[in-house]
């Protein structure tokens, strides 16, 4: 699997890392985001990771009462955000990240091991931009990417 995401995403940057997009990747699964990191990385992107979505929103500088840089939320071209995590879920996450002024127009993809129609809905209908299955393929890597460019572009 790895092998074929090498070989169709070295084309994709052609080496210049100032045109890397970096996604903020959050699950609070250390395999999971071990996973989407590489997958990622792969596909020639930057990654930050966190375990949560406090710490998500504390690295964007969007948590209450903290005084945070917002040179990081600037940053981000793309956040992917498993949807089951104890403390805030995926969709409270993006409930925030879309009531920010700064980060309201970033892309927010859910992604969760768990079919089910409602919840995919109710996070397409408060802005996410996408809703996927895990665990995530190189296929759906190089659909995020396509995504990214678009955004970009």
């Known amino acids: 699997m790895v092998s074929t995401c090498d070989s169709n995403s070295a084309n994709l940057n052609k080496g210049n890392v100032e045109e890397e997009p970096h996604v903020l990747a959050v699950d609070d699964n250390l395999v999971d985001r071990k996973l989407v990191e590489k997958l990622l990385k792969n596909s020639s992107c930057k990654v930050t990771t966190a375990e949560n979505g406090l710490r998500a929103l504390e690295y964007l500088g969007l948590l209450d009462g903290k005084k945070s840089s917002v040179n990081n939320a600037l ?8 949807y089951c ?13 879309k009531e920010s002024s700064i980060m309201k127009d970033v892309p927010v993809v859910i992604m969760s091991s768990e079919n089910v129609p409602t ?8 802005g996410a931009q996408m809703f996927m299955l895990k665990p995530l393929k190189c296929s759906d890597v190089k659909k995020l990417r396509c995504q990214l460019m678009q955004c970009r572009g």
């Not at 940053?75 to 498993?82: G, L």
């Not at 805030?88 to 409930?95: I, S």
């Not at 995919?120 to 408060?126: G, P």
Request: hydrophobic share 40%; net charge positive.
């Open 75 to 82: 940053k981000v071209n793309m956040i992917i955000t498993d």
């Open 119 to 126: 919840r995919i809905n109710k996070c397409l209908e408060e």
């Open 85 to 97: 995590m104890p403390g805030m879920n995926g969709y409270e996450l993006l409930k925030k990240i």
